[in-house]
């Protein structure tokens, strides 16, 4: 006769919950990182540091180019070294660099200081994961996705929040309370950690690499994808509050409201794209077509926006389509899973969120390249419609390529290659 009565939990898996409730509160910080430099502080940081609109593009891609760096490093290791002993290890570099920031004064030393600190962030992320698959096995799409759109505050409480508390307070003391949270995380992590540390398994990791990079749709997937988080990400990070007060006319706070509401949106669609990708059934590949199509009239209808001159309402639904496939991680995660065998599933997820970065990045190098040429008709830091209207035309043309990519997808599942 079986007992039904639920077993008692031992002492080593309690401090385990802990530390995993810390790094949920750590993934908050994590998520908003992404959004606070430049995005919230563009003005407050050119100001104060002496520098240019393309150079705080350039430490916003910075961050990306480090965050995507840490899922290919350590996204190769988490099956051997544990969640805990990569959370010590990402969440202390985030800490660090997060309370390093609001003391710097130099554009160079914030860039260093962003590249550890986006480095941190991306490591917390991949110990999450690993710590929902062990404490959470049976539960691992739903534990996730709570996790995920609880993230997706984050942004949400890096802008129009953000913005109202820098008027109020200044940038530096604002940062400052940002990076004193995960301190206090990760001093009750180190705390606790005794016990809950796995030790380092045995095994290679060459052969999964091989079966990630020799997939063509895998990789298909990956880049298409990439396109529709690097269009999101500008506006969310880089651009869209300063083209909003640049060429639409619309003051510091109501810009930051429109971009805050971005964030929210994302965060909700989070909820709902496993229930998306179920009703489409069979017809996975028209779904994503659809999505990288949205991407794509998102950047022309940003276009046409800003050379209709003060076409606020129509960039701000340009803002909107673009956002909404920005929701579908999970969704593009889990059709990632079909493409690969289970044994690579997790660097399958990894190198989409690589992929990603690069391409945030990339899209944040184009941004600064466009400011950069269009420096010399800016007045008091103000540049002209043109400035952004190039800057979504050549957001068009990388969407444009994506939904072409899209076209040539094989989607069919390979449980075990």
Known sequence: MTN??????????RRKMIIFLCAVVLDLFTSMSKVLIPGSLFEALGRDLDCSAAMLTAIGSAYMYSYAASQLCLGLFADRFGGVRILLFGGTLFAVGSL???????????????????????????????????????????????????????????????????????????LGAYGLIPVICMSLVWLLCRGTIKPVLPGGTL?????????????????????????????????????????????????????????VLVAFCNLFT????????????????????????????GAIAFGCGRGTMLLVIAFYLVTLPAGGFSLFG??????????????????LNLVAFVFIALYGNLAGVVLHCFEAQAVNGIYPATTYMAMFLGFSALGLLGVVLSLFLRLRQNAEG
């Open 100 to 174: 390093a920031a609001p003391f710097l004064n130099s554009p160079y030393t914030m860039i260093v200081a962003r590249i550890v600190t986006a480095f941190g962030a991306g490591t917390v992320f991949i110990a999450i994961a690993k710590m929902i698959a062990d404490l959470f096995p049976q539960k691992f799409a739903l534990v996730m996705g709570c996790v995920m759109f609880l993230g997706y505050f984050g942004p949400v409480i890096g802008g129009f929040p953000t913005v109202y508390l820098v008027e109020r307070f200044t940038w530096r003391p604002v």
């Open 207 to 263: 052969d999964r690499v091989k079966t990630i990079l020799g997939n063509r749709d895998g990789l298909v997937l990956f880049v298409c994808s990439g396109v529709v988080f690097g269009s999101f990400y500008a506006i969310l990070t880089s651009i869209g509050q300063k083209a909003l007060e640049d060429s639409m006319g619309l003051g510091r706070f109501a810009a930051s409201l429109v971009v805050t509401s971005l964030g």
């Open 274 to 301: 496993s229930g998306i990708l179920r009703l489409a059934g069979s017809h996975r590949k028209a779904l994503l077509v659809g999505m990288f199509t949205l991407t794509f009239l998102g950047n022309i209808l």
């Open 4 to 13: 039904s009565l639920p077993q008692p939990v031992d002492s080593a898996t």
């Open 334 to 351: 889990e059709i990632a899973k079909t493409i690969y065998p289970s044994s690579c599933t997790g660097l399958a997820v990894a190198t």
